[in-house]
């Protein structure tokens, strides 16, 4: 039997690769917003006994866990914008109904330094929570409150910095304002995005927004991935080609996830692959599943896409198999969540990693069987998926 050895170069991880979902931090406290800057240093804010306050530290380094004490000058503290461009952090801090202002930071070293700040438009909030979002030009502020012409709970209002003071905050009008609390504001891009209550849960939203008059368009459901059904979902931006938000359950005592969607970077491996050409009649032969999974990829809770790390796991795992091997793919729910739910999460885990096997490795012509099984055990070791050689 002849062999012709073949260089082939595989692209484990694309731009053009669907985005990675990846969890970036979990919490057992209350989770009030985050953000991850440039530089992989995750800020985020932790509702406490004591009050809110604002941490950091290197993304998937959580030993490096810090609560910065120069951002933390008020007993409510929260990061509200920046400018990327100047290297400058927002933060809304309170100590008394007539204390709240919005300092400037910037970050040299590795430390965060306050270099000025602005008063609060004047308003009377009959809510107990303020939420807001200050533009990188520090002229446009959107803020969530319960103000005298509210159309519920909380509403979004613009208010403009003109002739060194702010406007008197606008409501955003019906197309954006329900009965329902509108809250965690943010603005890129000439886009407003918010998060909606619904009881106990919450989903995200966006729409269009002109800064100049204030008028807003009619607001749409952001994707599944960021809204998955049942659960607490908010605190939505999108930062260049990484978008982000917070999910948790809606359980007495919930865990807060910050989750990261972004394109993973790109890695080319080379590899040698010998293929025979097979000069003898083809013999049609039954293949059997392997007892024992060749490959098994973990998930985060309500995660049916694969981190960056399982993304690798797989593009070196198929890199090594021969053209034609054979896999059954089956997908695995843990018992949170109604059976419909749990049935769906396991049938797509393995769809989805059928799906990226076929787009990026179809010149090895790879065959399938897929099945599911949900597990009646809570818990991470039952949120994966596991790849089976045929033999």
């Known amino acids: 039997m002849k062999k012709i050895i073949y260089t082939i170069a595989f692209l484990l991880a694309t731009g053009a690769v669907a985005q990675a979902q990846v969890e970036l931090k979990q919490t057992k406290s209350e989770l009030a917003d985050f953000i991850l800057l440039d530089n992989d240093l995750l800020v985020y804010t932790l509702k406490e006994d004591q009050g809110q306050y ?11 866990s810090k609560k910065e004490l120069v951002l933390n000058t008020g007993l409510i503290n929260a990061v509200v914008g920046g400018n990327k461009a100047a290297g400058e952090l927002y933060v809304y801090q309170k100590n008394g109904r007539n204390e709240e202002i919005i300092s400037f930071y910037s970050l040299k070293d590795g430390s965060f330094e306050k270099t000025g700040e602005r008063v609060l438009p004047k308003m009377r909030n009959n809510a107990h929570n303020l939420g807001m979002f200050l533009s990188e030009d520090k002229t446009t502020l959107v803020v969530s409150a319960e103000l005298g012409n509210t159309q519920g ?114 890695v080319v491996e080379e590899v040698k692959v010998e293929v ?96 599911n099984e949900v597990r009646n055990e809570k818990g991470t070791a039952n949120r994966k998926a596991e790849l089976y050689l045929m033999h």
């Open 54 to 64: 604002i941490y950091s530290e290197q993304r998937g380094k959580s030993e490096t």
């Open 276 to 371: 025979p050409v097979v000069e003898e009649v083809l013999v049609s032969i039954v293949k059997t599943k392997m007892a024992t999974p060749a490959l098994t990829l973990p998930y985060a809770f309500n995660s049916i896409y694969m981190n960056l790390k399982g993304v690798s796991a797989l593009s070196k795992f198929l890199n090594q198999q021969p053209e034609g091997s054979a896999f059954v793919i089956k997908g695995y729910s843990d018992g949170y969540g109604t059976a419909e739910v749990k049935e769906n999460v396991s049938r797509r885990r393995a769809f989805l990693i059928q799906q990226y096997i076929e787009r990026y490795f179809p010149t090895k012509h790879f065959t399938f069987e897929i099945e």
């Open 153 to 266: 709970y909380e509403d979004l209002y613009l208010s403009k910095w003109e002739n060194n003071r702010w406007t008197k905050p606008k409501n955003l009008g019906k197309t954006v304002n329900t009965r329902q609390p509108e809250f965690a504001p943010y603005v890129a891009n000439d886009t407003l995005y918010f998060s909606r209550k619904e009881a106990a849960t919450a989903y995200n939203y966006s729409t269009p927004l002109n800064l100049k008059t204030g008028k807003a368009g009619t607001p749409v459901k952001a994707d599944p991935v960021m809204n998955v059904a049942g659960t607490y979902n908010a605190y939505y931006k999108k930062v260049a080609d990484r978008q982000m938000w917070i999910r948790a359950s809606t359980e007495n005592k919930p865990l807060h996830m910050a989750y990261l969607l972004e394109k993973p970077d790109p």
